[in-house]
């Protein structure tokens, strides 16, 4: 860690970027994006969104020794929408990753018919998946679970969108005693209001990462503008024992697009992470991302550095969610 925090950026493009793009798989595909990450059998792999070109999305994985270079992608290796499933009828897309003894737990969205469901599937070998179903009904997505239950609760993280937008669209943390019925459930990351860059919508990026000060939680915020929404990153971190508790939330986002392959692409103006992998110097932290819902790319940080920052920029805003109201009707009326 150097002095200059402030005046650097935290996350490091890999000069490599994009490391993975559509044409480094067999089939024909639009589009590779948004992986989740993890280490298995001493490689790092990620679980890659794929969307065809018929537009619908599936998983796939691809494995590297060290993370960077020399992907391996086995066309057996994928998880692609149940036939006939109405939670996953238009696809899925975008899994968080969390090891639970030998077992990989896997959510994504599920794009169903009816909106976004939060599903779940268990693999130990990223060969064969075992579908557990729909946790959560729609509108609901970007959600992770904790590696290890509190009170013997798992907890979960995941994005609920009410039906008027203008409410904002909030990061919520849920309970359930088995993995299936969950709820006692709560606001974690509220979105803020008005100009700030996490104004109205925020959501999960990664699955939350245990530090010696709390959980580290890497979060989406989008902004809205005239040219279309710009996805960004920030910070927060949660109370080690009791994880439906903010310790601490950034000010600032600490990534955003700035690269001609972040800020062009199917979707300009998106950095979108599912994985994250602290590697065994226990301070470096590599982030795998979708770009512009384009292509793959990877981001390193410095975990003291993030904590630092979180520690020196918190959050100056009332996010307290009953103060919402009086700042929604001080929302000028829209104008064509
Ligand atoms: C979000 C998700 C992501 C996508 C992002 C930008 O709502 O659907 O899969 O990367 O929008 O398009």
Request: aromatic share 10%; glycine share 10%.
């Amino acid at each position: 860690m150097t002095e200059d925090i402030d005046t650097r950026e935290l996350f490091h493009r890999y000069e490599g970027n994009p490391i993975l793009a559509a044409s480094d798989f067999p089939e024909m595909m639009n589009a590779a994006f948004n992986p989740g990450a993890v280490m298995f059998e001493g490689e790092t792999l990620l679980l890659v969104r794929l969307e065809q070109r018929s537009g619908l999305s599936q998983l796939a994985v691809a494995t590297s020794a060290d993370g960077r270079t020399g992907w391996t992608i086995d066309p057996d290796r994928v998880l692609i929408p149940e036939t006939g499933s109405f939670a996953e009828y238009w696809g899925i897309e975008d899994p968080r990753i969390t090891k639970v003894g030998d077992e990989y737990l896997i959510l994504y969205t599920g794009y169903s018919a009816g909106g976004t469901v939060i599903c779940l599937a268990v693999t130990r070998d990223f060969r064969t998946f075992d579908r557990r179903g729909v946790i959560m009904s729609p509108e609901d997505k970007d959600a992770a679970l904790f590696p290890t239950t509190f009170g013997g609760r798992w907890a979960l993280i995941h994005r609920p969108a009410p039906a008027t937008a203008e409410l904002g669209s909030h990061i919520w943390l849920s309970w359930s005693p088995d993995m299936k019925h969950w709820g006692d459930a709560k606001v974690l990351v509220p979105a803020r209001r008005g100009g700030w860059w996490d104004a109205n919508r925020v959501g999960l990026g990664p699955p939350p990462m245990l530090t010696d000060q709390g959980w580290l939680v890497c979060y989406h915020g989008v902004r809205t503008t005239v040219s279309g929404s710009i996805y960004r990153l920030g910070l927060a971190l949660l109370d080690r024992d009791h994880p439906d508790q903010v310790l601490l939330r950034g000010n600032e986002w600490v990534f955003g697009p700035s690269t001609p392959y972040e800020r062009s692409g199917d979707v300009p103006d998106v950095v979108f992470p599912c994985g994250w992998i602290l590697r065994e110097d226990g301070d470096t932290i590599d982030m795998y991302y979708g770009a512009a819902d384009s292509t793959v790319c990877l981001a390193s940080a410095s975990l003291a550095d993030l904590l630092e920052h979180l520690q020196r920029h918190p959050c100056t805003e009332s996010t307290d969610l009953r103060h919402r109201r009086r700042a929604s009707s001080m929302v000028p009326p829209q104008v064509d």
